[in-house]
């Protein structure tokens, strides 16, 4: 927990401790998914704030597990990139979308419910039968934080589309961003065709869908948090200022090292084993995070790139 970024930490505590307290609660008769899930618009136990109350609530332990575990996985990256800030931005208007995106097919399936009874309704008339069910519309409830998720792992695709990652039970390696398209092609098959199944298959896709405009949006106004490049000018400009510095150093070919003067092929040696270095470490932040370095390492990095 010590390594993990401040804003994914905070949310995988708060989701682990309601979690806890809905099922303590639930012993007592409290049934906070009735409370805080998002209800349909219709339904009489609708209220805005559960946009944001519902992302904090899961239907049980192995929801909980493979959400969290996703949050814990793709966000530390994404949050040690973007920043704290920034990143909660995304999670949560990714996670209202989600809950946007859910309403809305909500809406088309009580239309086609309703035509189904009605073959001539008009637009107002749903707004009618609606009011007469809104005590049994209250059972279109949506919880959990996987709109978010699924977003966080769009913007993984976006970012690192060219990382591999190993999928069980693939047996090889998977660039990220097929295999953001694999999750894409899935959900919306299962949207169209797997209806009743209890998933909220829309809200997924309605937080990649937020998610992807919300990085387009960034990326347009030259606004991303590294650079408009997303998370690799990062590395690129540290790279690039290890190499800027190479250059200015090698204009003096014999240099003072502990006292002592340096032939031109041992000043050359040892620029080439420093580059070789700094490589080797933004392989290692790419691959594993900035907090997966070593003290010395985080030293020789920001030493090689600052000094300019």
């Known amino acids: 927990m010590r390594n993990i970024p401040p804003i994914t930490k905070n949310l995988l505590i708060i989701n682990i401790l309601v979690f806890f307290a809905t099922q303590v609660l639930a012993l007592r008769g409290m049934d906070l998914a009735s409370l805080f899930g998002l209800h349909f618009f219709m339904a009489s136990d609708f209220r805005v704030y559960q946009l944001v109350t519902y992302m904090f609530l899961h239907a049980g332990f192995m929801h909980l597990l493979f959400n969290m575990f996703a949050l814990w996985m793709f966000g530390c990256v994404i949050e ?89 039970p693939l047996p090889v ?36 869908l937020f998610g992807f405009l919300l990085i387009r949006y960034w990326r347009g106004r030259q606004y991303t948090f590294h650079g408009s490049d997303g998370g690799n000018g990062f590395f ?37 084993a420093e580059q070789e270095e700094v490589d080797r470490i933004l392989d290692k932040i790419r691959k594993s995070g900035y907090d997966s370095l070593t003290k010395e390492e985080k030293k020789k990095l920001f030493d090689n790139s600052n000094n300019d």
């Open 236 to 272: 690129d400009r540290l790279k690039h200022n290890f190499e800027k510095r190479k250059s200015r150093d090698s204009v003096t070919m014999r240099v003072e090292k502990g006292g002592a003067k340096e032939t031109d092929w041992e000043y050359n040696a040892r620029k080439k």
């Open 173 to 208: 390696p998977v660039k990220a961003k097929w295999l953001v398209m694999f999750y894409v092609l899935i959900e919306l098959w299962s949207a169209l065709g797997s209806r009743g199944d209890g998933v909220a298959h829309m809200a997924h896709l309605g937080g990649m």
């Open 80 to 168: 040690n990139v973007w920043g704290p800030r920034r990143f909660l931005l995304y999670y949560m208007v990714c996670g209202i979308g989600a809950g946007v995106m859910q309403e809305l097919a909500q809406f088309v399936s009580f239309y086609f419910m309703v035509s189904a009874q009605e073959p001539v309704v008009g637009f107002f008339d749903l707004f009618r039968v609606g009011g007469m069910l809104s005590g049994q519309l209250n059972l279109w409830t949506t919880i959990g934080a996987s709109g978010a998720v699924y977003a966080i792992l769009l913007a993984f695709g976006m970012l690192f589309p060219n990382e591999r990652m190993f999928i069980f």
